[in-house]
C-alpha cells in the first residue's frame, strides 16, 4: 500500500535552533515529493518540489533533501522563527495520473 | 490576486440538510481539486477537474457532487449532509492539467454537520 509517514508527529524547539522533520513512504513509481507548509486556521502553502533526480533543494531557511532509494526526505529549517510554527506536510506523487499521497503532518511549535 | 477563494468559510448543517461549497481562482489555472482534511488522516482527494468541463472522482467522491462551472470555478455539493461529512474542505489549483502540478489552496471552508 502506498504510504508516506512523518516523524515525528509533534515538535517543541526555542527559537533560533536549527530541527529536522523526517519523512519516509513507500510510494512506488515514485514520480516527486512535495513540502507543504500549513499555518493554523490557513491552506497549506508549497515549500519545495523535488522530482527523483534531484538530492536537495531550498527555500530561503528551508532545505529539502531526498534519497529516493532509501525512499526519504527530510526537512531542514535552520535559525528558525517564531512563524515557523505550523504543520508541515510531505506530499509524495506517485504513477501518472494517480492522486497525490498526502503524509498527517508533523506540528513544530517555535517558542521565545 | 486572491488566487484561490473559498466560500462559506464557516457553516453548521444539520443530517439530510444539502449545500454548496463555491471556489474561485483567478491565476488561470486549468485544474482544480477538492480535498477534505481530518484530524489524524492526510488530506484526501474528494474530486478534480483537470480541465474545464471534465471530472473525476478522487480517493474519498461518495456523498459529493461537483461542477465546473467554467475555468475560474469548481465548486462542491452535499445533497443530504451526514456527520462523516464534518470536516475541512480545501480547494485547490493547478497550472498543468491531471494530478501533477503544483497545487495553490485556499483557505479551506470548515463544515460541522450535526
Known amino acids: 500500500k502506498n504510504q508516506v509517514e512523518q516523524s515525528p508527529q509533534s515538535l517543541i524547539i526555542l527559537e533560533g535552533k536549527n530541527c529536522t522533520l523526517q519523512?519516509?513512504?513507500?510510494?512506488?513509481?515514485?514520480?516527486?515529493l512535495r513540502w507543504y507548509k500549513q499555518d493554523t486556521g490557513r491552506g497549506p502553502v508549497s515549500l519545495t518540489i523535488m522530482t527523483f533526480s534531484e538530492n536537495t533543494k531550498s527555500n530561503g531557511r528551508y532545505t529539502a533533501t531526498l534519497d529516493a532509494d532509501t525512499k526519504q526526505s527530510s526537512l531542514h529549517i535552520t535559525a528558525s522563527q517564531l512563524s515557523d510554527s505550523a504543520s508541515y506536510i510531505c506530499v509524495v506523487g506517485g504513477q501518472a495520473g494517480t492522486a497525490l499521497i498526502f503524509g498527517k503532518g508533523t506540528t513544530l511549535s517555535v517558542s521565545s | 490576486n486572491a488566487g484561490v477563494t473559498q466560500t462559506p468559510k464557516f457553516q453548521v448543517l444539520k443530517t439530510g440538510q444539502s449545500m454548496t461549497l463555491q471556489c474561485a481562482q483567478d491565476?488561470?489555472?486549468?485544474?482544480m481539486y477538492w480535498y477534505r482534511q481530518d484530524p489524524g488522516m492526510g488530506l484526501r482527494l474528494i474530486y478534480y477537474?483537470?480541465?474545464?468541463?471534465?471530472?473525476d472522482k478522487g480517493e474519498v467522491p461518495n456523498g459529493y457532487n461537483v461542477s465546473r462551472l467554467n475555468k475560474r470555478e469548481f465548486s462542491l455539493r452535499l445533497e443530504s449532509a451526514a456527520p462523516s461529512q464534518t470536516s475541512v474542505y480545501f480547494c485547490a489549483s493547478s497550472r498543468e492539467q491531471g494530478l501533477a502540478g503544483e497545487l495553490f489552496f485556499g483557505e479551506g471552508s470548515r463544515l460541522t454537520v450535526l
Open positions: 519523512c519516509n513512504y513507500t510510494v512506488s513509481p515514485f514520480s516527486n
Open positions: 491565476m488561470n489555472h486549468n485544474s
Open positions: 477537474s483537470a480541465s474545464e468541463g471534465t471530472t
